[in-house]
């Protein structure tokens, strides 16, 4: 009993360090990065390509936090986003779709990876997937809206 109790001490003990390590290093660059500005180039240079997928340049703000740091912060600015109303209806909609299938790119990845997965594996099908299933989308609710 007890070597059950020290081993499972200490796995929590291991894993929560993993977390700690791996979490608070992306509060920080999140900090430098809005100080920087560097959000506002990622997003010109995103835009090529989640203009195809039907998201105007407002959604993409909150798409990005959430990819990068995860569906609790990105749900939170695409909250403030829709209340300031530069986001609205359909673009929320796909926002918050994209998020669900491929939030906290970085986070997760991170996290399953210090657990051994393969991160590789891992964002090779969430993003096609989040990109497909958006795009589908996006053509769904255009042919509905027109």
Request: charge should be positive; hydrophobic fraction near 55%; glycine fraction near 10%.
């Amino acid at each position: 009993m007890m070597h059950f109790i020290s081993d499972t001490t200490f796995g929590l003990g291991s894993l929560l360090l993993k977390v700690f390590l791996i979490v608070v290093p992306l509060m920080i660059l999140l900090e430098v990065s809005r100080e920087y500005k560097v959000l506002d180039k990622l997003i010109k240079a995103c835009y090529p390509i989640t203009r195809r997928m039907g998201l105007k340049r407002d959604s993409i703000y909150p798409l990005i936090a959430g990819i990068i740091f995860g569906i609790s912060y990105g749900a939170g600015v695409l909250i403030g986003e829709s209340d300031s109303g530069r986001i609205k209806g359909n673009q929320l909609f796909l926002v918050a779709l994209f998020l669900g299938i491929c939030h906290s790119i970085l986070e997760d990845t991170l996290l399953f990876a210090a657990q051994g997965a393969n991160g590789f594996i891992i964002l090779g099908v969430r993003l096609p997937l989040a990109i497909i299933v958006v795009y589908l989308a996006s053509l769904i609710l255009k042919e509905k809206a027109d």
